[in-house]
């Protein structure tokens, strides 16, 4: 068998024994501007089986999903690297929501929020939109509400980036 084919099929079987397929963990160097042609997702996200599930998703629609494990290190890839969308765990037990999400929502380079909530009520989501937020997604995660949801929050970024007071802002042009 051809070399290179060889590698692509034995990296990519144990990609998916391991259930990582796109997803990494940010590392504070990393390029996102580097990954152009792709939807950029930052997931602070504590559920392994929700990990799971978005590093599949990730792959399924060819986006960079890469985990994080502190509200600062979300802020950080928010404020340097400009990613458009980030899922944020509402049952972490540091920090608060409220204030996490504000933060993001209000940086130099405003990213899409969406929270994941075990209780996504109407209450919950005039909070998050109040607050700067995108949306809200209910547990148990649903795939295809998943992917709607961040093609609508990137296609709401990239609409956003257009506009005048938003153009010199944009770190990665990133589509679908």
Same mark, same amino acid.
């Given at each position: ?32 501007? &580097?990954?152009?042609?792709?939807? /950029?997702? *930052?997931? =602070?996200?504590?559920?392994?089986? !929700?990990?799971? #599930? ?50 993001? &929502?209000?940086?130099?380079?405003? /990213?899409? *929020?969406? =929270?994941?909530?075990?209780?996504? !009520?109407?209450? #919950? ?52």
């Amino acid at each position: 068998m051809w070399e290179p084919l060889r590698l692509f099929f034995s990296n990519v079987s144990t990609l998916a024994r391991r259930g990582e397929s796109h997803a990494t963990k940010l590392s504070p160097g990393a390029d996102v501007g &580097a990954q152009a042609a792709q939807v /950029t997702v *930052v997931g =602070l996200v504590a559920d392994h089986n !929700d990990r799971r #599930l978005l590093a599949n998703l990730s792959f399924d629609n060819g986006w960079i999903m890469h985990f994080v494990d502190s509200s600062a290190e979300a802020q950080a890839a928010s404020a340097k690297l400009g990613v458009p969308v980030i899922l944020y765990d509402r049952d972490l037990p540091s920090g608060d929501w409220r204030d996490i999400v504000s933060l993001l &929502a209000s940086s130099s380079c405003p /990213t899409c *929020v969406i =929270l994941i909530s075990r209780v996504a !009520d109407d209450h #919950l989501w005039e909070e998050v939109i109040r607050r700067g937020g995108y949306e809200v997604l209910s547990k148990p995660l649903r795939p295809e509400e998943v992917v709607r949801m961040i093609k609508l929050a990137w296609s709401f970024w990239n609409s956003m980036m257009k506009m005048p007071a938003y153009a010199g802002k944009r770190s990665a042009s990133n589509s679908l």
